[in-house]
């Protein structure tokens, strides 16, 4: 089964409840009639308590943000974000929140906005809009875009809404915002339990409850389970979401951050918060009403599309972890050499390394004239 006909079918899915049936005897019926009212009756009040405590787990709301001076123009809104009475936060001054804010929310195409909140002093790290990072290459170009925006201002809260449906897809109300210089914080209400993506991880194709770290890490075999540090090897800090229309209508969020962040997913209805280590927020839209297929051309396309590899990287390679000096490679190339096996690539894992810090060479052992002559 392919990628697109598993996604489909985790989205179709629904296990049915089947109906209790209970003989209808004259000897029964009435006794059962009770029993059944006194059961419903309670179900109905465990019921209401469950889901009274599902929505009270999240902790304390933190939203002191106004907006003022909203602008609204023909492709893009701003306002000003002015942080008003007591900051909450307490601990080292670094926590502090940053008072004022600045919103911008730029339409791109008819499927595309971006949505950047951050500190006016621009003190917190912004990732540059040029290569090698995810970027727009084009200037914006929109006829008839797919959503709308709304803003309200205190406390400060967006929601973005599918024009077609009038469906609410991304919405921050009734939750916190915290932007400090070392400590970021914003959710979202989804439209569904459907919920892909915040890769790279070894997990179920729909993400479950749970706290899920996005951070590189070399760390081969981690079974993520939901209870944070889960992450492995890539960093894809992004999540597609299926609309409640329809299995064609599908929007995505990407955090656009280097940051070490973890991503909530928790409640009842189904929130989504990002928990970030600095940094500002600055989050790519994209929306499709023609399946999820649509979105991720579009997401692939904005972080730079597939590139076609050199040459030689698709020779015959060799590659293991334990190569401890350039002597041993020498050796594993004469060894391929005298049993005629073809080798292009001989890999050197992270031994080549200074104590295996990242953008170093361990010259004593990897003397770079001998691993030339290799």
């Keep these: 089964m392919c990628i697109r006909d598993s996604l489909r079918t985790a989205l ?37 308590i469950l889901i009274a405590l599902s929505q009270g787990e999240t902790i304390e709301i933190i939203n002191l943000y106004e907006a003022t001076e909203v602008e609204v123009y023909d492709g893009f809104i701003t306002a000003r974000l002015e942080a008003k009475g007591v900051d909450p936060i307490i601990g080292k001054k670094s926590t502090v ?51 709308l925006i709304n803003i309200t201002k205190d406390p ?21 915002l915290v932007v400090s210089k070392h400590y970021v ?3 979202t209400r989804l439209p569904k339990r459907h919920v892909f993506g915040l890769g790279e991880r070894v997990y179920s194709m729909r993400l479950d409850k749970g706290t899920f770290t996005i951070f590189s890490f070399d760390r081969p ?10 992450n492995v090897y ?14 064609q209508y599908f929007h995505a969020v990407f955090y656009r951050s280097a940051a070490p962040m973890d991503v909530v997913l928790d409640g009842i209805p189904r929130r989504l918060t990002f928990k970030v280590v600095g940094g ?81 060479v361990d010259k004593v052992a990897y003397p770079l004239n001998q691993i030339s002559e290799v």
């Excluded at 059944?36 to 179900?43: E, F, H, T």
């Design 221 to 230: 075999g981690s079974v993520e389970t939901g209870q944070a540090g889960g």
């Design 12 to 48: 179709d899915f629904e296990i049915p409840s089947p109906s209790p049936q209970i003989p209808e005897t004259s000897s029964t019926k009435s006794k059962f009639g009770k029993i059944l009212a006194i059961l419903g009756g309670v179900c109905f009040f465990v019921i209401i």
């Design 156 to 176: 400060f809260s967006l929601a973005v809404i599918r024009k077609s449906t009038g469906e609410t897809i991304f919405n921050t109300s009734n939750s916190s």
């Design 185 to 187: 914080e914003i959710s």
């Design 280 to 360: 500002i927020i600055d989050m790519k839209f994209f929306l499709s009403e023609t399946g999820p297929e649509t979105i991720l051309k579009q997401y692939h396309k904005y972080i730079g599309g597939w590139r076609i590899p050199p040459f030689w990287s698709l020779g015959h390679q060799q590659s293991r972890w334990g190569y401890r000096n350039a002597t041993t490679i020498d050796g594993i190339a004469e060894r391929f050499r005298a049993l005629d096996i073809p080798l292009d690539v001989v890999y050197f894992d992270i031994d080549y390394m200074n104590k295996f810090q990242d953008f170093t």
């Design 234 to 247: 890539g960093q894809h800090p992004v999540y597609l979401s299926q609309e409640r229309a329809g299995t």
């Design 97 to 147: 929140l940053h008072r004022a804010l600045n919103l911008s929310i730029v339409f791109q195409s008819d499927s595309e906005f971006r949505l950047r909140i951050f500190d006016v002093t621009k003190e917190n790290y912004q990732l540059p809009d040029e290569y090698p990072y995810p970027h727009d290459r084009s200037a914006p170009k929109f006829t008839n875009p797919l959503y």
